[in-house]
Structures are given as structure tokens and as C-alpha cells.
């Protein structure tokens, strides 16, 4: 298993890498989250996993470890492959995935292209107790909570382009007038006063 690849970087896009490395260019897929944490510098080390299949050696560059851990955490899902999982690291950060994983927030998993409902749910069940939420930022005040209405339309909003703290602020002022509004009416009141 080849753990991480250390050498001159030779072609940078978004999807993939080339790094020289003893005169050997090795190509690693990379996630949108990886090419962004990425310098220009000549030389680079990236994290690896590969992936071994009948027809194919592939190997996945990742800028830190806690995004590697996270990428084999999402690819021990059944339903989940390397590209998907490529595809949830690059729509959305390693740190939001855990929050979702740890808040049952499934319904932020689903908005990742070709992720459906079942899949959603399925890498929340797998993984819940399996990644670890001591690093989450900006733990919520209810992201602890079995509430998952209000995550969702916290998740909803942030999504939207309100900050975190702003959009559970709002949340928690709708919520006091009525603790039993769906999603969808959350969301759309606090609108109203965002």
C-alpha cells in the first residue's frame, strides 16, 4: 500500500495531480478540498489510498490524514465507491461530512450529486459511531439534539450563504414561537427575519 507520495509536482487540475517522484510521475485523483489547500510549490506531499481493482491501480491524493481516514471511512460503505466518495469530499468539507455523519443530518449527505436518500441515510447509520465529532467546529447548541428538523434547517441555510451562528440564531427564535414547524416552514420564517 503506497501510504503518501513525496516528490516535484508536474501538473496541478482540479480532479487529478501529477508528482515526479524518482523519475516516476504517479497521477492522483484529488478532491476539490485537497486542490484548493494546494500551493504552487515545486514540491509537494500528498496522503494516498489505492485503490485496487481488476483493471485498475488508483490512487487518491489527500492534503491532511483526516481526510484520507475519512475518505476509507466513506468507502467502507457498501454503495459508496472511490469516485462518490471523491464526490462528497469535493462538494462539501471533511468537517461539514462529520457534523452530518454525527448529527444524523442525512439530508446534507443527499444534496452531493448521485448520493439518494438511501445512501444518505446508510452513510449516517455506518459511520455514526465510527467518526469521531471531538473535532467538529463549531459545535452547535443543538446539533447534539435528536432534533433533526432544526439541522436541517440549519444545514438549508448555511447553504444558502448565512453564516452558521447567524442562521441558528434565527433558527432558535422561529423555533420558540412554534416547536413544531416542519423543515420547510423553519426555514422560509426565518428568511423573514434573517
Known amino acids: 500500500m503506497i501510504t503518501h507520495i513525496?516528490?516535484?509536482?508536474v501538473q496541478k487540475t482540479p480532479t487529478y495531480v501529477v508528482i515526479d517522484c524518482g523519475g516516476v510521475g504517479y497521477a492522483i485523483n484529488i478532491s476539490l478540498h485537497t486542490y484548493d489547500k494546494?500551493?504552487?510549490n515545486e514540491r509537494l506531499k500528498?496522503?494516498?489510498?489505492?485503490?485496487?481493482?481488476?483493471?485498475?491501480?488508483?490512487l487518491y491524493g489527500f492534503f491532511d490524514d483526516e481526510e484520507r481516514q475519512l475518505f476509507v471511512?466513506?468507502?467502507?460503505?457498501?454503495?459508496?465507491?472511490?469516485?462518490t466518495a471523491r464526490l462528497m469530499l469535493s462538494s462539501l468539507k471533511?468537517?461539514?461530512?462529520?457534523?452530518?455523519?454525527?448529527?444524523?443530518?442525512w439530508a446534507l449527505i443527499k444534496t452531493v450529486k448521485g448520493i439518494g436518500e438511501k445512501t444518505a441515510q446508510k452513510v449516517v447509520i455506518d459511520l455514526k459511531n465510527k467518526v469521531k465529532g471531538d473535532d467538529i467546529a463549531e459545535g452547535l447548541s443543538f446539533?447534539?439534539?435528536?432534533?433533526?428538523?432544526?439541522?436541517?434547517?440549519?444545514?438549508?441555510?448555511?447553504?444558502?450563504?448565512?453564516s452558521k451562528a447567524e442562521a441558528e440564531k434565527g433558527l432558535q427564535k422561529i423555533r420558540q414561537q412554534n416547536p413544531l414547524y416542519t423543515v420547510e416552514e423553519l426555514v422560509k420564517n426565518t428568511l423573514k427575519i434573517l
Open 6 to 9: 513525496d516528490g516535484k509536482l
Open 38 to 40: 494546494l500551493s504552487d
Open 46 to 58: 500528498l496522503f494516498t489510498h489505492q485503490v485496487i481493482k481488476e483493471d485498475s491501480h488508483t
Open 73 to 83: 471511512q466513506l468507502i467502507s460503505v457498501s454503495g459508496v465507491g472511490p469516485n
Open 94 to 105: 471533511p468537517s461539514d461530512i462529520k457534523q452530518a455523519i454525527t448529527t444524523a443530518n
Open 143 to 162: 446539533a447534539g439534539s435528536k432534533n433533526v428538523s432544526m439541522e436541517e434547517a440549519l444545514a438549508a441555510l448555511v447553504m444558502l450563504g448565512f
